[in-house]
């Protein structure tokens, strides 16, 4: 079964406080994404990639930066948190992009800037 | 600009009713489609989609929705609700030309009472 880990699952900073969260998948899959879930708003994509290296800017990306070490790890980082910044963060990956290729989502992320 | 919508925060019925969560979509080219499933304390979990040809599709746990051009709908359906159908729903839009974004609604809370 496809599989997704996410950590930490919980996360609570200060305004200014460097932040990073960690994404592993073991499904071999090419594409990897972050997004933020805020109530009203559903799921909003940050950043997503393609393979080791590579990252493609998202819909809300302001603030955030990623890193694609490996297929398997996809790492999202706040350098300067901001309370705007609360959120629960989900990391997914896919096998493909596009309408073919289902996402598998992580647990989550609470974070919480002070 | 491409979005979705979920006009139902909230949606309450019995076990045993037949339920069906409203979605509609802005968007000029041909969509694709898909619902996802959030049940409490976990991540989202796909349930099905429409790419193309026949306008209802069927996914799992028994969920089925119509997709309908004429009024920019896709709908999900379930006869009879259980009350393990408890959750928060999503309704996502891929766009199919152009560059990539897969855009969700804002998610449809509901409940079914046993």
């Known amino acids: 079964e496809a599989a997704v880990t996410q950590s930490p699952r919980n996360k609570v900073t200060v305004t200014g406080g460097n932040v990073t969260l960690s994404c592993r998948q073991t499904?071999?899959?090419?594409?990897m994404y972050w997004y933020r879930q805020d109530t009203g708003h559903g799921l909003r994509l940050i950043h997503y990639?393609?393979?080791?290296?590579?990252?493609q800017i998202g819909d809300v990306p302001d603030g955030y930066k990623a890193t694609r070490t490996t297929q398997e790890d996809f790492f999202l980082l706040l350098e300067l948190a901001s309370p705007s910044q609360t959120s629960l963060y989900f990391c997914?990956?896919?096998?493909?992009?596009?309408?073919?290729?289902?996402?598998?989502f992580g647990p989550g992320t609470r974070l919480t800037v002070l | 600009a491409q979005s979705v919508d979920q006009p139902d925060a909230h949606v309450t019925l019995s076990e045993g009713a037949s339920l069906e969560l409203r979605c509609s979509y802005s968007?000029?080219?041909?969509?694709?489609l898909f619902w996802y499933v959030q049940y409490p304390g976990q991540s989202l979990q796909f349930l099905l989609k429409y790419i193309t040809g026949d306008t209802v599709v069927k996914g799992t746990k028994g969920f089925e929705a119509e997709f309908r051009k004429s009024n920019s709908s896709f709908n999900l359906k379930k006869s009879p609700a259980h009350w393990s159908d408890s959750a928060k729903y999503f309704c996502?839009?891929?766009?199919?030309?152009?560059?990539?974004?897969?855009?969700f609604g804002s998610g449809t809370q509901l409940t079914v009472m046993p």
């Open positions: 997914a990956s896919s096998a493909g992009l596009g309408g073919s290729y289902e996402q598998y």
């Open positions: 499904n071999s899959h090419n594409y």
């Open positions: 990639s393609y393979g080791a290296g590579n990252l």
């Open positions: 968007y000029s080219a041909a969509p694709y």
């Open positions: 996502a839009l891929e766009t199919s030309s152009g560059s990539w974004q897969l855009i």
